[in-house]
């Protein structure tokens, strides 16, 4: 199993650029997903890291050091839209996926 | 549109009613799962079915019973179940073997437990 932590919620304006941390704890590593979730849908899969760097993918990117147990999701150029929750979660030696509790970022006008 | 689906989408019950979760998925994979997602919490893994057969159960009781017929559908049974059961129920599918481990989900059916 892991542990995975994360912040509880997140405010910022349109057109700025938030950073939501996690860090995990784990026996056995295979990757870190980000998902994100609006309100009354199902996630949907943002990005995969199991190598140390960071993966863009237009206006989100995705940072991962295992030495350090650690990975952020980068929004940037925020829209209205991109008001969701972000679920960090990863995926142990058996490849069973463990999820935090997400982060709720509020896109403010 | 995730290519798995989830009925019905909101359920209320009472404590003695008997229901059922159905999921089905449209994308070929082999595994599928049953998350249940409570407010400020983590997603909870509850069981997992790849190739049908059942490979985990995380110590869920015995109100809930799942089903796999094919690799294709998934049921959740409900019965007897408590007012703390009320949550999010996410269905999800994966390909076993895929390098990423990457999960598809439904959009849930949100359970209430008068």
């Known amino acids: 199993g892991q542990n995975i932590d994360q912040p509880t919620e997140m405010t910022a304006t349109e057109g700025a650029i938030v950073q939501i941390n996690c860090t995990y704890q784990t026996s056995g590593f295979n990757g870190l997903f980000w998902y994100q979730q609006h309100a009354g849908e199902a996630p949907t899969f943002l990005s995969y890291n199991v190598l140390d760097g960071l993966e863009e993918k237009g206006r989100f990117s995705s940072f991962l050091s295992r030495s350090k147990g650690y990975s952020y999701l980068l929004l940037k150029e925020l829209q209205m839209k991109d008001s969701a929750s972000y679920l960090c979660?990863?995926?142990?030696?058996?490849?069973?996926?463990?999820f935090g509790a997400g982060t709720t970022v509020t896109v403010r006008a | 549109e995730t290519g798995v689906t989830q009925t019905p989408r909101h359920l209320v019950m009472g404590m003695t009613n008997k229901k059922s979760l159905k999921c089905e998925q449209h994308l070929g994979h082999n595994a599928m799962y049953w998350y249940k997602q409570s407010a400020k919490k983590p997603l909870e893994l509850m069981f997992v079915y790849n190739f049908k057969e059942q490979t985990e159960n995380n110590s869920v009781p015995s109100r809930f019973s799942p089903e796999c017929p094919n690799s294709s559908h998934l049921f959740l049974h409900l019965h007897t179940l408590q007012p703390e059961d009320s949550a999010l129920y996410l269905c999800?599918?994966?390909?076993?073997?895929?390098?990423?481990?990457?999960?598809?989900f439904g959009e849930g059916s949100r359970l209430t437990v008068l």
């Open positions: 979660a990863g995926l142990d030696n058996d490849y069973k996926l463990s």
């Open positions: 999800a599918s994966s390909r076993v073997g895929d390098n990423t481990g990457e999960l598809f």
